[in-house]
T-cell receptor, first 112, second 111 residues
Framework: GGIITQTPKFLIGQEGQKLTLKCQQN?????MYWYRQDSGKGLRLIYY???????QKGDLSEGYDASREKKSSFSLTVTSAQKNEMAVFLC???????????FGHGTKLSVL | QQNVQQSPESLIVPEGARTSLNCTFS?????YFWWYRQHSGKAPKALM?????GEKEEGRFTIHLNKASLHFSLHIRDSQPSDSALYLC???????????FGGGTRLTVRP
């Protein structure tokens, strides 16, 4: 088995601040994803990466940047945090692009 | 752009009931269909998948897929309180394309 580790677990930022979320997986999976979940609702895809050095935009990429530094890590940057923004950011990985996703426990973001 | 919708938004059923959750999608070229389950405060976890029209059963859970009607569903037989969770459907057009999730159905099973 493997694990997906997201850091930090909680992130409090100020309006306009640039914030970075990190994700590490030891499944040796090729594909990694970043999703946003608001208030226990559905997941919206921000970015995904099919392999190292690949980057694909999702439906919600505006206001975010991503970086796949190596096969095991995928980071997400909120380029300018919005006041009163509150969401959970979930990182996931899969062996192939039609295989099941394994999720991390999320980073909970609050912006003051 | 793929549009995935789930119904109902929330559902309360008694223990032992048969529960049905629905998912519709907009892209008729979609090929891969998943159900995920997320217990409160936990990470989503894959439950079942189906890749061709018809039905697939695993234990108390059954998926139905009808590509022509752009619809698939999850049925839970003999629902248990431990089934209480947020259920998320997900659709992919083809391998390599993005996985699009629906808005979720929150299921509560009363003992």
């Amino acid at each position: 088995g493997g694990i997906i580790t997201q850091t930090p677990k909680f992130l409090i930022g100020q309006e306009g601040q640039k914030l970075t979320l990190k994700c590490q997986q030891n499944f040796n999976h090729d594909t990694m994803y970043w999703y946003r979940q608001d208030s226990g609702k559905g997941l919206r895809l921000i970015y995904y990466s099919i392999t190292e050095n690949d980057l694909q935009k999702g439906d919600l990429s505006e206001g975010y940047d991503a970086s796949r530094e190596k096969k095991s890590s995928f980071s997400l940057t909120v380029t300018s945090a919005q006041k009163n923004e509150m969401a959970v950011f979930l990182c996931a990985s899969s062996q192939g692009t039609n295989e099941r996703l394994f999720f991390g426990h999320g980073t909970k973001l609050s912006v003051l | 752009q793929q549009n995935v919708q789930q119904s109902p938004e929330s559902l309360i059923v008694p223990e032992g009931a048969r529960t049905s959750l629905n998912c519709t999608f907009s892209d008729s070229a979609s090929q891969y269909f998943w159900w995920y389950r997320q217990h409160s405060g936990k990470a989503p976890k894959a439950l079942m998948s189906i890749f061709s029209n018809g039905e697939k059963e695993e234990g108390r859970f059954t998926i139905h897929l009808n590509k022509a009607s752009l619809h698939f569903s999850l049925h839970i037989r003999d629902s248990q309180p431990s089934d209480s969770a947020l259920y998320l459907c997900a659709v992919r057009v083809n391998a390599g394309a993005k996985l699009t999730f629906g808005g979720g159905t929150r299921l509560t099973v009363r003992p």
